[in-house]
């Protein structure tokens, strides 16, 4: 029997999650039985899109369950096996986040071979979110020689590979983040222009002074008013990503929509929502992309690490309160 915590979830958040929303529990874990293998994890995930499952409405993955652990990302180690497809030691990937360990069967856990990056890469850039950057970027921004290319939340885990993505292949990059210390890493990766749109008034007009010809591509992982001020700027025939609007997810009560929405037709621009789930098979030829653009320097990371299962809700939180400079992780091994 080995002892491992995990985190509930104890109550529905209204607006911005609290400590009472979550609870810390042990569970026992007994020797897997056949077919199922034992896992000890060493680094687990939080993502906005956990906020959204964390309300009891209708959505593209189901709410989380009242009392039930959480779930989401988590490399681990196989600690024991009664599987014959895996042996303690072996390094593998699940939804089995929030927890310290688990048992499962065996089908539900991937073997990572991490080809020398970190494990916990698989979390961030080489993982779920560099290929949200990849496929918004490539397949639904459909980007092209010439673009100027908008990215907000530039500082974060799908933002920065944006940024990077679009500066390996030669465009303009104009990024929009808050604080003086996340604009300091976007001039290091690279960004051409940036934005403190902490310390901005009005918007459209920090983006048309950085872009005094307008933008080509919005990659939008904010909404509200960043997204007007791209509407704002976008050339004609621009294209628009839509990833996440992470000013909204802790809204009572929905804002209203852009008001300027109808600057779509007259510039016959193309706005295009996607999930990453649905693109999964672009995942190898975006590892091979990411591996030639770290090899040649062109593609680099951060991470910000809270220690511990007991952190998660707060590192959690903390996505909103913009505490994470890249990808935001829980360690735990
Ligand atoms: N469609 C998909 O398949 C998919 C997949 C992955 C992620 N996403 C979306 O992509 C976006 C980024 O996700 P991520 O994992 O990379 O998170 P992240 O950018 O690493 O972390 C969240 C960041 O959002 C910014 N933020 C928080 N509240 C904000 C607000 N009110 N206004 C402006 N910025 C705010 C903060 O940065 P600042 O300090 O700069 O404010 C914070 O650091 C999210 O919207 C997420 O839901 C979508």
């Not at 979830?9 to 056949?34: C, I, Q």
């Not at 929030?98 to 890469?121: M, Y």
């Not at 990453?276 to 591996?291: G, I, K, Q, T, Y």
């Amino acid at each position: 029997m080995t002892a491992a915590r995990e985190i509930r979830l104890k109550s529905r958040p209204s607006g911005l999650p609290v400590a009472d929303n979550f609870e810390l529990a042990t569970v026992d874990l007994p020797a897997p039985a056949a077919g199922e293998v034992q896992v000890k994890n060493l680094w687990m995930t939080v993502d906005p899109y956990m906020r959204g499952r964390m309300n009891d409405a209708k959505s593209y993955v189901p709410p989380f369950q009242l009392g039930k652990a959480l779930e989401g990302g988590a490399v681990g180690e196989v600690t024991a096996s009664g599987d014959g497809g895996f042996k303690p030691g072996d390094l593998v990937q699940s939804n089995f986040g929030w927890r310290e360990g688990f048992n499962a069967p065996a089908a539900q856990v991937q073997k990572l071979d991490t080809n020398g990056l970190p494990a916990q890469a698989f979390l961030g850039a080489a993982g779920m979110p560099g290929l949200t950057a990849y496929v918004g970027l490539l397949k639904i921004a459909a980007l092209k020689e010439g673009d100027v290319v908008f990215v907000s939340g530039a500082a974060g885990a799908v933002g920065s590979m944006v940024a990077q993505i679009a500066k390996a292949k030669g465009h303009t990059v104009i990024g929009s983040a808050g604080g003086p210390e996340k604009i300091a890493f976007l001039k290091e990766i690279g960004v051409d222009h940036t934005i403190d749109y902490k310390a901005e008034k009005d918007l459209t007009a920090a983006l048309l002074r950085a872009a005094p010809d307008g933008i080509d591509v919005y990659f939008d992982n904010v909404g509200g008013d960043h997204l007007v001020a791209a509407l704002n700027a976008a050339r004609p025939f621009g294209r628009f990503a839509l990833c996440g609007a992470i000013s909204m997810y802790n809204a009572t009560e929905l804002p209203p929509g852009p008001p300027n929405l109808m600057l779509m037709v007259g510039k016959q621009l193309r706005m295009e929502g996607f999930i990453v789930s649905s693109s999964w098979d672009m995942m190898p030829a975006f590892h091979r992309d990411l591996s030639a653009w770290v090899k040649e320097g062109k593609v680099k990371w951060k991470e910000t690490v809270f220690e511990g299962i007991e952190k998660a809700p707060d590192a959690f939180v903390g996505l909103f309160k913009g505490e994470n400079l890249g990808k935001m992780l829980v360690k735990l091994g």
